[in-house]
């Protein structure tokens, strides 16, 4: 099954698939600091929430030479070209031959893979600041017949610990260590504190996630951010933005160095990707210990494992305008579009398509400032056929201050089944509750807040679609088998009962969302302003979305129609596939019914 996605990149005749206009900076620094967001940054900020509800999500993703968005870099190096001599033909092995056009290449050039069928036998790292670019990913195809990663993009993982001493508030740039430190400008860090048992507990329903947070010390550090580091004077260090929380001294806050020497301004872009029947493991993107590094413009087939893993060290990196589907395996922790975790932040998954996964885009063991902004998200499938998995949510303590917007997704779910979680924000979403394929009948909800999920938000979102059945919300649940909107306060995965947590509910913020149960609106009472936001992360309409409504889901608008809405651009990609002369639509005809 294929559906070229690098259409975004051809139509360009077509408004509705317009892309945004790529910046021209070749190779990065850091972004320098100012304006309070860091980078030249202005928080884009509502009066609807709490201050220590919202961060400056607009500064996540790509920087090139301090300049917001993906560098277009010349082609440096062919690999079909001598002496690298790649052969495209699908039978000969190039991995040898890719491999030496990648180290030849120079930071700030791409690796140009021409039309071709590229069969390699091992990983294609990438570990410094270049491109491996295709000529789309219906010409260039590269295909992996070994259990291992398609592409890596790593740095070097080195560690430093220090205790800090002040700065360790919400929106300061700059912290105190008590030593004299080792930090450097450019290093990847991440600053945090033992677990605070009011808020962030890395047991939940699964079990202890003693890999949640920082590595190696048994979860109990589930809180905490990635930051890159933009000066160091004396004990001082200042971050290229500033902290998303204020740390308690009584928690010993701490800063760890993750990789002084990232990968910097990398990326994969314009090609198709695949792992062969009969591999058994490897994601076809791997990084970690990256900033500010992209896949764009990329198809992803049957993974192996996940399609794209960001894991520690990854911040502000972005992955946009691709297309994940289909995997080897539906088990545990395989079958994966987008998965986040270990901490990761600041980084930006916009524009994709997500379809017949295991799980879309999930935020796992840790990982904040994350922005998951217009997905089209559509069928996932647990390994137990009749239960709904979602479409995308937070899995592993603990994941915080993650910005939730624009997406088409059929249930959003926070678990506690590894543990807490706390202030993410779900904006504008269309959670359609529905999912084509096999029929599922347990497990049926658009929004799922499990317990120890606190302080999150809900804000403008349209719930379910016309003639959805079941309840707006059941207390007490009296089985797993009645569809519902709301799942909140429960354990992850309760068949019955009562809420087991109340202060999930008590800190739950849901104002101006729309459910096609009561067919109508409903308001926070405490909360008089009914102004939403029309985002939370971009200052206005972005090109790419052409002449489609902005912002696509406003159910209180004047002019909103429950019966006939808006459609953000991925999906309308996805919807009309064949009319843009792609050779696959996939089916829509077996859905189930609830």
């Known amino acids: 099954m294929r559906l070229g996605f690098d259409s975004l990149r051809r139509c360009r005749g077509i408004s509705v698939l317009a892309l945004a206009a790529a910046c021209c900076a070749i190779q990065s620094t850091v972004p320098p600091n100012g304006n309070n967001g860091g980078g030249g940054i202005i928080p884009i900020r509502t009066g609807l929430l709490p201050p220590d509800h919202q961060i400056a999500w607009n500064a996540a993703g790509v920087f090139a030479n301090g300049v917001k968005g993906i560098p277009v870099y010349p082609v440096g190096v062919n690999a079909k070209s001598a002496p690298y001599n790649a052969k495209g033909d699908g039978a000969t092995d190039d991995t040898a031959a890719i491999r030496k056009a990648i180290n030849a290449c120079r930071p700030g050039q791409a690796v140009l893979l021409p039309e071709g069928t590229y069969r390699i036998s091992g990983t294609l790292s990438i570990q410094k600041g270049i491109v491996v670019r295709g000529e789309g990913p219906d010409k260039t195809r590269i295909i992996q017949h070994a259990s291992e990663h398609i592409f890596r993009i790593m740095g070097l993982r080195s560690g430093s610990v220090s205790d800090l001493a002040t700065g360790y508030t919400k929106d300061s740039d700059t912290v105190v260590v008590t030593g004299l430190g080792s930090f450097r400008p450019g290093d990847v860090v991440s600053v945090d504190e033992l677990n605070d048992p009011d808020l962030v507990n890395s047991t939940g329903v699964g079990g202890t996630c003693r890999w949640c947070g920082r590595y190696d010390v048994g979860g109990t550090r589930a809180l905490g951010e990635t930051k890159l580091v933009k000066s160091v004077s004396g004990r001082s260090v200042t971050f290229v933005h500033p ?233 007490p649940y009296r089985s797993i088998a009645d569809p519902v909107i709301w799942k909140v306060g429960y354990n992850c995965c309760s068949a019955k009962g009562y809420p087991s947590d109340a202060k999930t ?62 459609k953000i651009p991925a999906q309308v990609l996805f919807e009309t596939g064949p009319k843009l002369r792609l050779p696959f639509k996939p089916g829509r005809v077996e859905r189930a019914v609830w």
């Open 505 to 566: 509910g008590q800190t739950l913020i849901r104002h101006g969302n729309y459910d096609y149960i009561t067919k109508g609106l409903t308001w926070d009472p405490n909360i008089s302003g009914r102004t939403l936001p029309d985002s939370l992360y971009l200052p206005s309409k972005p090109a790419w979305f052409g002449n489609l409504a902005w912002p696509p889901f406003a159910p209180e608008s004047p002019d909103f129609d429950p019966g006939n809405l808006n």
């Open 243 to 475: 902290l998303y929380f204020t740390y308690k001294a009584e928690l010993r806050p701490q800063i760890v160095r993750l990789s002084s020497s990232p990968v910097v301004n990398a990326g994969i872009e314009d090609l198709y990707v695949e792992a062969a029947e009969g591999t058994n493991s490897g994601h076809s993107v791997f990084m970690a210990n990256c900033a500010y590094c992209w896949v764009k413009g990329v198809e992803s087939a049957n993974t192996s494992k996940k399609h794209v893993e960001l894991q520690s060290g990854a911040y502000g990196n972005e992955v946009r305008d691709s297309y994940f589907h289909g995997a080897r395996y539906f088990t545990s922790d395989r079958g994966y579009g987008i998965n986040i975790s270990l901490g990761s932040s600041a980084n930006l998954v916009e524009n994709n398509i997500l379809y017949h996964l295991h799980y879309g885009i999930a935020l796992e063991a840790g990982g904040s400032g994350n922005v998951i902004g217009y997905n089209y998200v559509e069928r996932t499938e647990h390994y137990e056929s009749d239960w709904y998995i979602q479409a995308m949510g937070t899995h592993g303590a603990h994941t915080y201050m993650n910005l939730w917007e624009g997406n088409v997704a059929g249930m959003i779910d926070f678990d506690n089944y590894w543990g807490s979680g706390s202030h993410q924000v779900v904006l504008r979403n269309h959670l359609t509750r529905e999912n084509p394929g096999t029929p599922v009948v347990n497990n049926i909800a658009a929004a799922i807040v499990d317990a120890s999920n606190y302080f999150d938000s809900f804000i403008g979102n349209i719930l379910g679609t016309p003639g959805c059945a079941g309840q707006v919300e059941a207390v």
